[in-house]
């Protein structure tokens, strides 16, 4: 009987940068080697980043990917890490061009002494939710289980495992001491809640343990949260990586290669290992790490010097400053105040606390001398006047940008992106919506975890409390506050849950106990703002329902729900 | 022997509204029963709008589809129309839900005397180009003959005619009098290149007629273009209806029931019927139609009283605006000049003949009362300043179309789109972009032709001379010119055309015969520019890679050729 270490490495690649997460993958594989590793097992598509979208059409991008992985071997040998087993996900040609045009299969590689000596293309292909892999990929045909150090080793990608026909079915048949498989699965605020079971249950499907390696980083709208994690064959949850940051799980399995029967352990490392059935953490938190993590790599993969936001003093605004401030420093980040004649004293004064709370720079720019000729040359009166003000404050952030680089910070939540509470190329100016997929009652309980876990750290709270705590408004005339058009959020946000997240129709949400008016009402909003929704910017995706790729409604469309 | 009249109706639908487009099919089969037609087909999903992407998740909206098709055999059966068999196009529940959650087929029913007699569900479901059909729908898994008044009818749903394998290689086993196809196909350029040859070669392996019946309406940014026709066994294309209007299109089909054999003939009716192995259009006429029939029903199934744009005097404004006037009237349309300092005489001058040759209402605001006190409280030079000024344009129109209540075009054209030549929030500032798939070169052409149609009717060339021919120029600095940053747009077009089109890698255009620094900024512009497509008015789609759903990349790539 052998034993062996297993690595999970779970690292942040960039798409498209072969050159770049190949080093990282190095360096990942040196630092497993001085921990006695012998198989190192990386994320799905580890080497080109993931989603790809369309890139995996394109043919010379496709066979840089097998060269790279070629070439990645020769590199790991040359510095002598030859005898590690590396598993790693990339793509590679197939042999047929689907009649879509798909001509990639999504793949792993088993490198070792300098070759790839297996490689395992993934067979069900996810086309719903965010995922359209049956228009970019074709699907295996065959499956992989490797002998490495005596240890039989089967080989799964992703969405093979959520799968119960297929390569799952007949690897229960088979006598595996360990089954591996490489994700790339994006944080949604319940995906632990179906993650670990189905771990679980794989587990002792194939009575073998089970070893998750999971990517992490931020990419465009998805945030990757690495999680990775170790199953004993009898369903257990062993250990785990942390979440939201690259990190190396290693775990020792024993081997019965030429064996019956399943004499396995799985076993933990006391260094930077994390164990425990289920993590003591607040679900806040795990969301405010996403958004973090998303806000930063966004800013940072494309090579924004910093953030730039408009500080209203309202809470949306708030929360995103101090997102940007944990994404990349507060010397990063501008806040611009842009007080209108509207604009109440405590809006002023607490954007300014704001600001002195995280450090940031802050800047006022008056919106009055700006506004003031468009009303008059343009007669503007009623929305019409309200607007303008917002599409000033727009002009006065991209101007900033310009000037610096800056990435603009749009601060609308995923409650009024929803009903389209927003004026078009106003607040809406952005690169990046933190708060997209953020209901504005969850923007209120992150606020005031995040204000909790400051004083916890004996730090200021960074969030005036009056932000939290005030009525929203958004200041476009005198007295407005958000509810003169809009239910209270908290009436709103469940109904938009049962509207959006779980595609009820205007009677079902009824029938739940809502008023016919206010969800005829917020379900028409919801519909006529879809134009404003394909022109709004992109956030990082919490939920299992996020505005974008997720949820694809047209535009012109003569019925109320959707 | 016996011989019955087939009407092949293209209708044009809206997305979700059951109850208005079974009035369209009603009328239509009323129609078609006073010119003694015995069957009367419908186009895919006729009866719901095509394409209704995540609507078709929505249970409520399936199920009010299949009473929708249920009340419409009942409602033709009452007015007298029972005896007429109806092949009209709707969605279906399936009996199995998918692993992504579809729980709907693409289906087909066949009404007659009150009762829905065969059902025929979508084999094969395109899931490629702009097509998402393996997210939202389940296949079908059987084939459908139907024997109508001694016809026997094959019958397919229009992916199924375009693959080898499935439903055609099995239809061409059968003895079939007719094949009837019924389609959502929209408008490409190249389109009837491929869709003609396809039916001539399916007709001659089905050894039947070949009847095809399209969409045809602007949905969003798609436009289908109807061009229902009819082939001979033989492959001869016999029949074929208007492009880009509703219309009937009747042939009378001889049935052989129960004979061996091909004794089928297929001719055709004197009235309303466009005759003729291709039509003798220039094809920009065709382009051309297809911008307005998306525009019109745009504005239109989306309830604009009218369309506001802004006119430079160049070219691109002045085409969206005979756009705009052709598609719903000039006298609904408001052209606004908006000059800066910068803008030169002719820029004002033909602007200003533009709107008098087409007559629609022109009103001009001056930029630089506006512009100036942004330049000099935010301190604006360079880029800051040139963009500040577009800005100022987008809260003009913003302003002018919450007073009116006006549809906003932004006028750039594919060539800007592709390389960002645009300022964000400034031009690209509206609901709809007309030339979005229009590469500037093809808008010249269209000018050019647009203004020999008009002289032809004896009409004023709409499109001022000057306009077509003076060097394209932003007007955001003095003497500015687009080739101050842009290679000629001849030159920009056909690269742009293998890049994008054609997905060439730098490399591969280089070989093609150009300049590598040329190749490599314009792939760069094209990669850095992704944030800003995103953020774009929709447009109609008039090639077979347009931006939008049919061309998916990430903003946050490390890589120069997508």
Redesign the interface.
Known sequence: MSRIRFALAQINP????IA?NARLIIDAVSEASENSASVVAFPEMALT?Y?????A??L??VRESMSGVDELARTLRTKGLGDIAVVVGYIRESDET?????IAHNSLAVLFEGDVVEIYDKQHL????VF?E??VFNPGKTDSVVTVGGVTTGLLICEDL??DDGPTARMASLETDVVLVINASPYERTKDDMRMPLMARRAIEFGSPLLYVNLVG???DLVFDGDSAVTSASGELISRAPRFAPSILYTDVDGTSNQAGLAVRTHDLASGVEVGDLRDNDERDDVWDALVLGLR??AL??GFPGIVLGLSGGIDSAVCAVLAADAVGAANVLGVSMPSKWSSEHSKSDALQLAENIGCAYVV?PIA??VD??ES??E?TG??AE??QA??R???L???S??SGHLVLTTGNKSEVAVGYST??GDT?G?FAPLKDVPKTLVWALAERRNERARRRGETPPIPQQSISKPPSAELRPDQTDQDSLPDYATLDAILELLIDE?Q?V?GIVNAGYDLDVVSRVAHLVRISE?KR?????GPRISSMAFG?E?????????T??
Chains 1, 2 share one sequence.
Do not use: C
Request: proline share 6%.
């Open positions: 960039i798409v498209g940068d770049g980043g989603p790809i979208e369309d890139l059409f394109n010379d991008f689907s009649h879509g045009g798909a996810p086309n719903y939710s359209d049956q228009r959520w799968r931020g990419q465009d790599d966004y993969k494309n720019e001398p700006l000729p468009l040359q343009l503007l929305l019409a607007n303008v599409r000033i727009g002009v006065i991209m101007a900033k310009n000037q078009m190329y100016v690169g595609r129709t009677a134009w394909r022109q709004g910017a992109i790729r949820r694809r409604l047209p535009i012109t469309v003569r019925r729900s959707l």
